[in-house]
């Protein structure tokens, strides 16, 4: 009897994969007009159901964080969250209370900032995703933080003359979170799950004559 190592797709990561990259691209393919805040929402939901799918897989197979309490509840964190900052009417915030404003926007950044640590350490932790890939939900994040606080650092050195600098960082950064990062991973999560995960298949072989 011998071992030959066959590989068994994943299709919850292809899914996972498909919604992410559709989460990121729609809003930004359509562009500014009436439909903009339709397209949103429909982004952040397909956000939201690739974080569902990724954390609890498909028929009890693809978790990425094994299944795990922690990540479990990271990842739908992670997911939810734009949408529900999202569904605040801040157009009938009043411009003068910017005080509110300011705590709601702070609040989901800590928010998604906390549920994605959370989520990339339990993602390499739980060691489902084969290899080195399953840090690079961790280095996705860390390529947008990064970006963010180079930004943020040369405004500063800079002074009132570099607001521009910073906002531009700043912008770079969002993007990078929008569209780069959800689209590279949603790649690699396609890829991978339609290469598959290594499973040992046991075949019996007559003994020689």
């Known amino acids: 009897m011998t071992d030959a190592e066959v590989r068994t797709p994943v299709p919850s990561w292809v899914i996972g994969g498909a919604l992410l990259i559709g989460s990121a ?3 930004w393919a359509l562009g500014p007009g009436p439909a903009m805040l339709v397209t ?3 982004g952040r939901l397909l956000f939201l159901a690739a974080m569902i799918v990724f954390a609890f897989g498909l028929r009890g197979v693809g978790s990425v964080v094994a299944g795990r309490t922690l990540g479990v509840v990271a990842l739908l964190v992670l997911g939810a969250a734009p949408l529900v900052f999202g569904l605040i009417p801040l157009q009938q915030v009043e411009p003068s209370d910017l005080g509110l404003l300011q705590l709601l926007g702070y609040s989901e950044l800590a928010i998604e900032a906390a549920a994605a640590l959370v989520a990339v350490v339990e993602i390499a932790r739980a060691r489902v995703i084969p290899g080195n890939w399953r840090f690079a939900p961790a280095i996705a994040l860390a390529v947008v933080v990064l970006v963010q606080v180079i930004g943020q650092v040369v405004g500063v ?11 531009v960082g700043l912008a770079l950064g969002g993007f990078a979170a929008a569209i780069l990062a959800p689209v590279a991973l949603g790649i690699a999560a396609i890829a991978l799950g339609a290469r598959g995960l290594a499973v040992p ?9």
Not at 157 to 167: N, R, Y
Request: zero cysteines; proline letters at 19%; hydrophobic letters at 50%.
């Open 40 to 42: 949103a929402v429909i």
């Open 25 to 27: 691209v729609l809003p």
């Open 201 to 209: 298949n046991p075949q019996v072989y007559p003994p020689p004559a």
């Open 157 to 167: 050195a800079a002074g009132s003359a570099g607001l521009e600098q910073a906002a």
